[in-house]
C-alpha cells in the first residue's frame, strides 16, 4: 500500500517506516508560555487526514523552557498547516555560508 493509498491513521510501525524512507513536513503548536506542546511530523507527500506523528512536551513548571517528558502518537496531518513555505530545492540559500538569507 503507497502512502497516497492511506485513508486513516494506520500503525506507528507503517508511519515510522514511511519517514525512514523520505523527506517530512513539520508543524509546531506552541502554548501559552511560547513553548513548543505539540510537533506534528509527516512524509512531505503526505495528504489531509494522513497519518503523522505528534510528539507532546511537558515541561518542568509552568515558566520553565525544560522538558521533563514528551510522548509520541499517531495523528492525522492537516493540510491548513502547510501554508507559508517558500523552500524551492532549486534555489542556492546561504551562498556566503554565514547563516544570514
Known amino acids: 500500500m503507497s502512502r497516497d493509498d492511506v ?3 494506520t500503525t506507528p510501525t507503517e508511519l515510522l517506516e514511511a519517514h525512514q524512507k523520505g523527506q517530512t ?3 509546531v503548536v ?3 508560555q511560547d513553548r513548543p506542546q505539540f510537533i506534528f511530523t509527516a512524509s512531505l507527500d503526505t495528504k489531509d487526514g494522513g497519518p503523522c506523528m505528534v510528539t507532546e512536551y511537558v515541561y518542568l513548571n509552568p515558566t520553565s523552557s525544560i522538558a521533563v517528558s514528551q510522548q509520541e502518537r499517531v495523528y492525522k496531518w492537516k493540510a491548513i498547516w502547510e501554508t507559508g513555505f517558500v523552500f524551492d530545492p532549486a534555489t542556492d540559500y546561504d551562498l556566503d555560508g554565514d547563516g544570514v538569507l
Do not use: C, F
Request: hydrophobic share 35%; charged share 35%; aromatic share 0%.
Open 25 to 27: 513536513k513539520t508543524h
Open 7 to 9: 485513508k486513516s491513521v
Open 30 to 32: 506552541l502554548d501559552a
